[in-house]
């Protein structure tokens, strides 16, 4: 500050002389095409001017550059020099690189071919690599990658990262302390479901959506303002340090074990893999697991475990030799829309379908995606001939994520939504309200007719085996089914006459249909189709209800006193055995011989869990997480999705989310995965 009048003249004169700088610069800059200074230069004299101008505002002025808005899109955050520069990866798309990889590791190591290497394999997460400077175990300093040897300074943005420690705890023990100075390697990203609320909301705001998680993540991260940052939840995985050699640790693993001991977060799922069979089933299992982690993971990463063979082993062209990536197939791809049709669907929704050339994704081939609905066709301007990307994401349905507008050629044609359903020639209508257009042919549409058999047989309804897509399509058509319980009256001739049906398949399918008059009561009640009526929700109502009959007398009041049962749910259920033709259909179905088993009380089980209700949360070690439920049930437990004081325990898995903390906030018992198996194996 300064505290004469002398000192205020200075500051003056060198705010004048700042501003006619940056205005000079700028000139140079915008007009003349030809700067003078490199951006840092010029973002240093805007940023004293900003100070300046800020701790006197009495020298503030509306002209001074400072008042432009995106005075100059100079770098806009300070370099910042690695140590040792960040390196990448080399990739390996399949099976045979990887084997090379491994070949090569051996030979340049000298050592025999039938040797095992041991290797650290870990999950490739999807974000953006940063480095984290900790001086006597202070978060001094984090950067971006940049060019692998100089970064941006981001470390007011990296601060609002949570999971990111401003210091590092203390060891617990003094040979497993952290060096004076200790460069942390990490990857930041978004999660799935964080990505997909920040897009929400920028939707909502008319702002424009990020394609991805992994561009969220940057964009993020890349703010001026942290109070952005701060607002967009981010997390990290940390995979590395700089400089390993002073540690207490040999190996990449041991090193993984050592920093969350610092506070520092690091990955599940890393294992020590011995040998390249060992890695290649470790690809195998954690590409299985991808649609169901939380975050995205574009491959698995390998290294050499031990650090002291790493250093003979050295680098490359900016990538080390003793590391590969063993990417997965890429979610995304560009490809042609050749036609969109409408597909009318179990309930009549009319959902335009786009066909389009093949393209794989995730390594499956694709050539058909969901449009949603009119309004999403609108909004993202899709055209019949436009080259679009398209995404798979998890188990869902590819869609179309944004039209390359780029490569239109002005032949595209625009689609409308049909206003007679394509196959009964019924109306369709939109109600009030509604996105989705819907055709009132009920019971006379083949499509809805074909669909809803089709649901009733299907594997997790009545699990009808050999009663496929093509046979229900042929059953339908030729008028023999019109509704499920038609099938119960289907006889040898019947399944004889249609297409391509020997006489021992047709015998096969009979069994199939009688066997499936005995499937507990809430696969039936799922299999009926009723709107909002998934199988989680067909359990809870029959567990509450106990019988058919009482379900379907229940009032909505009934309905909604269920846990887990909202009003709208309440209401469809109600709706739906309030309607006669529905009723009629039950009556049909019990009249030919269903008799679904109601569950026996849980209580009555004994089950170990019985009467309890359990939420999970975070990603499971040793099972998917269908899987413990399914345990969980099959001990009497009530498998429910939001903790509340009346939850009785909760399973926490690894990187769990805001369930895990209201758990603890709310006193709910809190069990590792560990814990909840040796309950439901009884040797708790
Ligand atoms: S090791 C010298 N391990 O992948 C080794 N990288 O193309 C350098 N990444 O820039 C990276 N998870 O952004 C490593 N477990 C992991 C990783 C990982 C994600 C990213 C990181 C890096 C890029 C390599």
């Known amino acids: 500050m300064p505290r004469t009048s002398s000192d205020l003249a200075r500051l003056r004169e060198r705010t004048a002389e700042l501003r006619k700088a940056l205005d000079y610069h700028n000139y140079r800059y915008y007009v003349l095409d030809d700067p003078e200074i490199s951006d840092a230069e010029y973002d240093r004299l805007l940023r004293e001017l900003e100070t300046i101008e800020r701790e006197h505002p009495e020298l503030a002025d509306p002209d001074s550059p400072t008042q432009r808005v995106?005075?100059?899109?100079?770098?806009?955050?300070?370099?910042?020099?690695?140590?040792?520069?960040?390196?990448?990866?080399?990739?390996?798309?399949?099976?045979?690189?990887?084997?090379?990889?491994?070949?090569?590791?051996?030979r340049l190591l000298g050592l025999d071919e039938?040797?095992?290497?041991?290797?650290?394999?870990?999950?490739?997460?999807?974000?953006?690599?940063?480095?984290?400077?900790?001086?006597?175990?202070?978060?001094?300093?984090?950067?971006?990658?940049?060019?692998?040897?100089?970064?941006?300074?981001?470390?007011?943005?990296?601060?609002?990262?949570?999971?990111?420690?401003?210091?590092?705890?203390?060891?617990?023990?003094p040979d497993r302390a952290w060096p004076e100075r200790l460069e942390v390697r990490a990857e930041v990203f978004m999660r799935i479901?964080?990505?997909?609320?920040?897009?929400?909301?920028?939707?909502?705001?008319?702002?424009?959506?990020?394609?991805?998680?992994?561009?969220?993540?940057?964009?993020?991260?890349?703010?001026?303002?942290?109070?952005?940052?701060?607002?967009?939840?981010?997390?990290?995985?940390?995979?590395?340090?700089?400089r390993p050699e002073g540690l207490p640790v040999a190996t990449q693993t041991d090193l993984l074990a050592l920093l969350p001991e610092w506070g520092l977060k690091t990955a599940p799922i890393v294992e020590r893999c011995d040998g390249i069979e060992a890695i290649l089933d470790y690809h195998r299992r954690v590409a299985a697991m991808r649609d169901s982690l939380p975050y995205e993971i574009d491959g698995i990463v390998i290294k050499v475990n031990r650090f002291d063979l790493q250093r003979r082993l050295g680098e490359i062209s900016?990538?080390?030799?003793?590391?590969?990536?063993?990417?997965?197939?890429?979610?995304?791809?560009?490809?042609?829309?050749?036609?969109?049709?409408?597909?009318?669907?179990?309930?009549?929704?009319?959902?335009?379908?786009?066909?389009?050339?093949?393209?794989?994704?995730?390594?499956?081939?694709?050539?058909?995606?969901?449009?949603?609905?009119?309004?999403?066709?609108?909004?993202?301007?899709?055209?019949?001939?436009?080259?679009?990307?398209v995404q798979r994401a998890g188990d869902v349905i590819p869609e179309v994520v944004?039209?390359?507008?780029?490569?239109?050629?002005?032949?595209?044609?625009?689609?409308?939504?049909?206003?007679?359903?394509?196959?009964?020639?019924?109306?369709?209508?939109?109600?009030?309200?509604?996105?989705?257009?819907?055709?009132?042919?009920?019971?006379?549409?083949?499509?809805?007719?074909?669909?809803?058999?089709?649901?009733?047989?299907?594997?997790?309804?009545?699990?009808?085996?050999?009663?496929?897509?093509?046979?229900?399509?042929?059953?339908?058509?030729?008028?023999?089914?019109?509704?499920p319980s038609d099938l119960y009256h289907l006889t040898k001739a019947d399944l004889?006459?249609?297409?391509?049906?020997?006489?021992?398949?047709?015998?096969?399918?009979?069994?199939?249909i009688e066997q499936s008059k005995a499937r507990p009561l809430d696969r039936f009640v799922f299999a009926l189709g009723i709107r909002h009526v998934g199988e989680t929700v067909a359990r809870l109502l029959v567990e509450a209800m106990g019988s058919l009959d009482a379900l379907m007398d229940a009032s909505t009041d009934d309905l909604q006193r269920i846990r887990g049962i909202g009003p709208e749910v309440a209401a469809s259920v109600h709706e739906f055995f309030r309607e006669p033709r529905n009723r009629g259909e039950v009556k049909r179905l019990l009249a030919a011989g269903v008799a679904p088993v109601p569950p026996a009380p849980a209580a009555a089980r004994g089950g170990r869990l019985a009467g309890k209700s359990i939420v999970f949360t975070g990603t499971l070690e040793h099972m998917t997480r269908e899987a413990a439920q399914a345990r969980a049930r099959d001990?009497?437990?009530?498998?429910?999705?939001?903790?509340?004081?009346?939850?009785?325990?909760?399973?926490?898995?690894?990187?769990?989310?805001?369930?895990?903390?209201?758990?603890?906030?709310?006193?709910?018992?809190?069990?590792?995965?560990?814990?909840?198996?040796?309950?439901?194996?009884?040797?708790?």
């Open 70 to 106: 995106g005075a100059r899109p100079s770098e806009r955050f300070e370099p910042a020099r690695h140590g040792v520069p960040m390196l990448s990866l080399a990739n390996a798309f399949d099976v045979e690189e990887v084997r090379e990889f491994d070949r090569r590791v051996k």
């Open 114 to 173: 039938a040797a095992r290497v041991e290797y650290s394999a870990e999950p490739k997460t999807d974000g953006l690599a940063v480095e984290l400077v900790y001086e006597r175990g202070a978060f001094t300093l984090g950067s971006t990658r940049g060019d692998g040897v100089t970064g941006e300074d981001i470390t007011r943005n990296l601060r609002t990262v949570r999971a990111l420690p401003i210091r590092l705890r203390e060891p617990r023990s």
């Open 193 to 242: 479901k964080d990505f997909e609320e920040l897009n929400a909301r920028r939707l909502e705001a008319g702002e424009p959506l990020f394609a991805n998680p992994r561009n969220a993540a940057a964009g993020s991260l890349r703010q001026l303002d942290p109070r952005i940052t701060a607002s967009r939840r981010l997390d990290l995985f940390c995979y590395g340090v700089a």
């Open 318 to 389: 900016r990538s080390p030799r003793w590391a590969l990536a063993f990417k997965f197939e890429p979610r995304q791809g560009t490809t042609r829309i050749l036609d969109i049709v409408a597909q009318v669907g179990r309930t009549g929704a009319l959902t335009p379908v786009a066909i389009m050339e093949p393209v794989r994704l995730s390594g499956v081939e694709v050539s058909r995606a969901t449009l949603h609905n009119q309004d999403e066709i609108d909004k993202k301007d899709i055209r019949i001939g436009d080259w679009v990307v």
């Open 402 to 483: 944004k039209v390359v507008t780029e490569r239109r050629t002005g032949e595209e044609r625009p689609y409308r939504l049909p206003s007679r359903c394509p196959e009964c020639g019924s109306e369709v209508v939109r109600q009030n309200g509604e996105a989705v257009a819907r055709c009132v042919g009920g019971l006379v549409c083949p499509a809805q007719m074909r669909e809803g058999i089709r649901h009733f047989a299907s594997k997790r309804a009545m699990d009808i085996d050999g009663l496929g897509d093509k046979l229900v399509t042929r059953l339908v058509e030729s008028g023999k089914v019109k509704r």
């Open 496 to 512: 004889l006459e249609m297409e391509r049906m020997a006489d021992r398949s047709a015998g096969n399918i009979l069994r199939n």
């Open 635 to 684: 001990e009497g437990a009530r498998v429910v999705e939001s903790v509340s004081k009346k939850t009785d325990y909760v399973v926490v898995g690894a990187d769990p989310g805001s369930k895990a903390e209201k758990a603890r906030a709310l006193g709910v018992r809190i069990l590792s995965e560990a814990e909840f198996l040796r309950l439901v194996d009884g040797d708790a």
